[in-house]
């Protein structure tokens, strides 16, 4: 057995020394002769080249995978200590790990049984949770009370107690503890979930618990997308009477840790797909043939459909000098009648995106959306857990029913949408966890159907500090119109007989499958960059609405908000052809997209102009000016030594002033129901 195991060590020194890549480099030598100028007590080497260099390694790490990592750690320290000795011994020869990545025996958590146990296998999901990172004892030195004698002990399974009797001067005194002599690692537990695009329809997502020691500790955060590799281990169920069950409960003891930071790096795309996504791009018709491929069942909504593809690959962030960071994703509400397809649009996003998370509004909550604070049964202590829109963070977070969600739990989104982050201030724990989310949410108006003569909150009370984040804002409305409820009808009976439509055979759509590698390749490899022909273009829309205000009374048509917005949108549609640079071309598209989404939310039927407060404030432009004349007409009374008035005379006084009644009994109630007049007795109105 002795043999076997030094000629285990040898093949690993080998490796380390002698191993090269496809470039003739010796990479893992290189590493090992600079980790005492990185300080670095851990080497992280990919199996597949362990597996490559000697097909022994596979074998070994299968059946005995604690005395294969044992035999590694000795072959770095031996490796090591002729070139680094003095290193070596300052840190602990305990300290040094070899960390393994990459392992062949991915098993996915769903899987997870009890042959697993003592193996080695990786395993991958979404950080749930991190508990605080604790020393643990491994090699405890105690001292007798009486002889002074100190004692070394190696522990194992997280445990120890004070020997009971000293062998030196045999004493029955339980010895004490010297920490500053006993050695200790890091040590942290988290749990790590299923990720939602793994987990089967109906089913509640698995999770399993990890250990990590050493130099993998804190290095990643919830709501991270990562890989573990370790040893399956089990631990004693206990009843609640103190007595150990036959059940088990498991967890990994993790020995290599990968973080996927990006969305799209768990794509695998082949050479062939790669070539094939390159000639796609140059395809005159490649925007159209994109625009078709989304939620290609549901008929019509091409302008809506065209903003959700742009949605999906994304503008570029930006980090600024200063550290302020602009978002490039793009946030999209979609308001409608019943019956329009937004919940099938949003189950098709949510399907195709990399990364994406789907939720309703009824059954979701503030910590669910962000984060929460929870007890730690093991260790006792307060926890994070990390909510949708940061599981979803570098994707999608599709919110169905949103108007139904409780006001008090939707305010929770407002960092996320602007800042891209989670604050949280809790039990003593104060965090700031990433949400870089697109957010692509659907709400029915709160009458049923929408009403066209009255404002976006009007239709459905979102609070307009939320509807200002929303790039772009779309409304369906359920129409009878002859022409298009023939083609509707046919479109839906033609796809219950299974006949493609004259829609889907002029432009054929693409694949979800190939669509979504199409997505991810062109977020990897392309970050456009916008040219002056573009922000010529964008900045002419801008200024050239603004100067419609210029005067005073005039309604605000635009913010810098949407100006932002337009630059995403630019950048995204630039994306779709692999283009490095924004073009004309693209701003105008962008333009179009923005200027159709005002007309639908932000045109005043009354100033037959676009009013962006309609959007961004509780009261449009109009309205506010309706209110400015009755509250002059009101400080005229006052001043007249009249606390109260009459109704009636009040909207004669307004008339004279140049307000229709229409308009002045409109906005008379909007300020009685702001609390901003009353009317104490009835009939008359008096200021507050």
């Not at 007890?375 to 909510?387: F, N, V």
């Not at 009685?672 to 104490?680: R, V």
Request: charged share 25%; glycine share 6%.
């Amino acid at each position: 057995m002795t043999t076997e195991t030094d000629s285990l060590d040898e093949r690993f020194k080998e490796f380390l020394r002698s191993y090269t890549d496809e470039q003739g480099t010796l990479p893992y030598w290189t590493r090992v002769q600079k980790m005492p100028l990185n300080d670095e007590t851990s080497l992280s080497v990919d199996f597949q080249d362990l597996a490559s260099f000697d097909i022994i390694f596979k074998d070994e790490a299968a059946n005995d995978p604690i005395e294969f990592l044992k035999s590694f750690n000795r072959a770095l320290v031996s490796v090591m200590n002729q070139t680094a000795q003095d290193y070596v011994s300052d840190i602990g020869e305990d300290i040094i790990t070899i960390r393994i990545t990459n392992y062949f025996d991915t098993v996915p958590l769903r899987a997870i049984r009890s042959r697993h146990i003592g193996h080695l296998i990786r395993i991958s999901g979404i950080m749930m949770r991190a508990s605080e990172v604790k020393p643990l004892l491994v090699k405890a030195v105690f001292e007798c009370r009486i002889c002074s004698n100190q004692l070394s002990h190696e522990l194992e399974g997280g445990r120890y107690s004070e020997p009971v009797m000293c062998p030196t001067c045999m004493k029955k005194t339980p010895l004490k503890l010297l920490p500053e002599s006993s050695q200790f690692i890091d040590w942290q537990r988290v749990r790590i979930q299923e990720s939602p695009e793994e987990l089967p329809p109906g089913q509640m997502p698995r999770s399993v618990d990890v250990t990590l020691e050493g130099d993998i500790v804190d290095i990643s955060r919830p709501g991270d997308l990562v890989k573990v590799t370790g040893i399956l281990q089990t631990t004693p169920d206990f009843s609640r009477r103190g007595g150990k069950l036959a059940t088990f409960n498991i967890f990994i003891k993790a020995n290599g840790v990968e973080i996927t930071e990006k969305e799209y790096e768990q794509l695998e795309i082949t050479d062939a797909e790669e070539k094939r996504i390159r000639e796609l791009s140059e395809d005159p018709y490649i925007h159209e043939r994109i625009f078709a491929s989304i939620a290609p069942s549901i008929h019509g909504h091409e302008v809506i459909k065209e903003s959700i593809a742009l949605l999906l690959f994304g503008g570029v962030g930006k980090t600024l000098a200063d550290g302020t960071r602009l978002r490039g994703r793009s946030n999209i509400l979609m308001i409608g009648d019943p019956g329009t397809g937004k919940s099938q649009i949003l189950k098709f996003v949510a399907k195709l995106a990399s990364r994406s998370l789907y939720t309703s509004g009824k059954g979701t909550t503030a910590a669910g959306l962000t984060a929460a604070v929870v007890h730690d049964t093991d260790t006792g202590s307060m926890t994070l857990e990390a909510g949708a829109l940061v599981l979803a963070d570098q994707g999608i977070a599709c919110i169905d029913e949103f108007d139904k969600m409780d006001p008090n739990d939707r305010t929770a989104i407002h960092e996320a949408m602007e800042q891209h982050t989670v604050s949280i201030a809790k039990a003593g724990i104060v965090a700031t966890l990433n949400a870089r989310t697109s957010i692509l949410a659907a709400a029915n108006p709160t009458l049923g159907r929408y009403d066209l003569s009255s404002s976006v909150q009007d239709n459905i009370k979102l609070p307009f500090t939320i509807l200002s984040r929303f790039d772009l804002i779309w409304i369906l409305i359920d129409t009878v119109e002859e022409k298009k409820d023939r083609e509707l009808a046919q479109f839906i009976l033609g796809m219950h007989r299974e006949q493609a439509t004259k829609a889907n055979e002029s432009i054929p759509p693409i694949e979800p499958d190939f669509l979504k590698k199409y997505i991810g390749y062109a977020n990897m490899h392309y970050r456009p960059r916008l040219t002056a022909e573009a922000a010529e273009v964008i900045e002419a829309f801008y200024v050239g609405l603004r100067s419609r205000a210029t005067g005073g009374s005039a309604p605000v048509p635009i913010t810098a908000r949407q100006l932002e917005a337009l630059v995403r949108l630019s950048e995204a549609r630039a994306r779709i052809s692999l283009s490095p640079e924004v073009s004309r071309e693209d701003a105008q598209a962008a333009v179009r997209l923005m200027e159709e989404s005002l007309k639908m939310v932000a045109f005043d039927p009354i100033k037959k102009t676009i009013d962006i407060d309609r959007i961004v404030s509780p009261i449009s432009s109009s309205q506010r000016n309706a209110s400015e004349t009755i509250l002059t007409a009101m400080k005229e009374f006052e001043a007249e030594g009249k606390s109260s008035v009459e109704k009636e005379r009040l909207l004669q006084k307004v008339g004279e002033m140049g307000l229709s009644k229409e308009r002045a009994e409109e906005a008379l109630g909007k300020l009685l129901s702001e609390g901003i007049l009353f009317n104490p007795g009835g009939e008359k109105i008096k200021r507050p």
